[in-house]
């Protein structure tokens, strides 16, 4: 009778066990995962314009990526727009607008799949994932104001 039930606690601790460590697990998955931004534009791309006075204008759009994942959608909208702010000025004041695109890294936008792509076709990868991936941009004019953010309605 003794060794019974000296086997059936070492059981049902075993089972507790197990349950704790299958709770730990789902938690800790559900959680988010490091956000990271790459640091240079994953794909660029200029615009040349003429507006109504007759005078030449230069865009340039240049799209990243944010990989990981983090639920809370106003530290993500914070998070990208720190790094939109803190990126280098030289960059964003040589046009009339600059614009920062941000995607949502995935299976279909992703490194790979753009270095893949015809670099005159790279764009298409952006334009068609739009609904799904698509995250935010980012807007600063010539003296690199931030000028406007459009945000995708999901994160809104």
């Not at 990526?65 to 040589?94: C, Q, R, T, W």
């Not at 600059?98 to 334009?127: C, G, H, P, Q, W």
């Amino acid at each position: 009778m003794k060794h019974s039930l000296g086997h059936s606690s070492i059981s049902s601790i075993t089972k507790c066990c197990s349950i704790i460590v299958v709770l730990f697990i789902s938690a800790c998955s559900s959680h988010s995962q490091a956000i990271s931004i790459t640091g240079q534009p994953v794909f660029s791309e200029n615009d040349t314009f003429v507006n109504p006075k007759g005078n030449t204008g230069f865009d340039r759009n240049d799209y990243f990526l944010v990989k990981g994942n983090l639920p809370d959608k106003e530290k993500l909208k914070k998070m990208i727009s720190d790094f939109a702010d803190k990126y280098p000025e030289e960059k964003k004041m040589h046009y009339n607008n600059y614009l920062m695109f941000f995607y949502k890294n995935s299976a279909k936008v992703n490194e790979d799949v753009i270095k893949k792509e015809e670099e005159k076709y790279r764009y298409k990868i952006f334009t068609y994932s739009k609904d799904d991936d698509y995250i935010g941009c980012i807007t600063y004019r010539r003296d690199s104001t931030k000028s406007f953010v459009n945000w995708n309605s999901k994160y809104e």
